[in-house]
């Protein structure tokens, strides 16, 4: 289940499940989003990206969806593993002419053995 | 190596102090970020330069923070006068383009903690 826990919305899955990540982004005018993962001590690592022309993209156990109805991202990842645990940060460019990120608040994955 | 490397890992200042954050961009990358990252939130940007231009730095949150990247690929943030709210985890990135939508490489960042 979810819950609240320091400044994060946390998510705690058993090893082998599959876990959901969901993220509500702010400006429509972004077209392109990054799934991060940031493990403790470490800078944010890329998982997976996805442009706003298309609406679900697949990677090695990881799958992102976007609905840019509702202005939704999710983060699929199959088959949880204990190293997964870590924060997940989804980004968005704003629209803007760069690729100057804007990140959402991020959930905490504890993966339990 | 062949990742974005930052230095140093951890700084402590005295309130008042200032300090340089030194940050090496992936070889041949154009685009160079700096975020701040506060306990428990996302990274929130700071500035984006383009080679050695400096093109966006709207993210800067005093006159205290400096940024440059002289030679278009080193480069530097100086925070002067240093506050104890500057405390926080100083993140570089870097990408290969700039305006096409590329995926940015962070380093480790700089834990900075103002005393």
């Known amino acids: 289940g979810e819950s609240v826990g320091l400044h994060l919305p946390t998510l705690s899955v058993q090893e082998g499940d599959n876990s959901i990540i969901n993220c509500a982004y702010s400006n429509s005018a972004s077209d392109y989003f990054i799934w991060y993962k940031q493990e403790s001590g470490k800078g944010p690592q890329f998982i997976i990206d996805i442009r706003s022309n298309m609406d679900k993209r697949q990677g090695q156990r990881v799958t992102v969806l976007l609905n840019k109805t509702v202005k939704h991202l999710s983060l699929q990842i199959a088959a949880t593993q204990p190293g997964d645990s870590a924060v997940y940060f989804c980004a968005e460019t704003g629209g803007g002419a760069t690729n100057k990120l804007i990140f959402g608040t991020g959930t905490l994955l504890a993966v339990q053995p | 190596g062949a990742g974005v490397s930052q230095s140093p890992r951890y700084k402590v200042a005295k309130r008042g102090q200032d300090v340089a954050l030194r940050c090496d961009p992936i070889s041949g990358h154009v685009s160079l970020f700096w975020y701040q990252q506060a306990l428990g939130q996302g990274p929130e940007f700071l500035t984006y330069f383009q080679n050695e231009a400096q093109l966006d730095k709207s993210g800067l949150p005093s006159d205290r923070f400096f940024a440059e990247r002289p030679e278009g690929s080193v480069s530097t943030l100086k925070i002067q006068r240093t506050q104890q709210e500057d405390s926080a985890v100083y993140l570089c990135?870097?990408?290969?383009?700039?305006?096409?939508?590329?995926?940015?490489?962070f380093g480790q960042g700089t834990r900075l903690t103002v005393v």
């Open positions: 990135a870097s990408s290969l383009a700039g305006a096409w939508r590329t995926e940015a490489f």
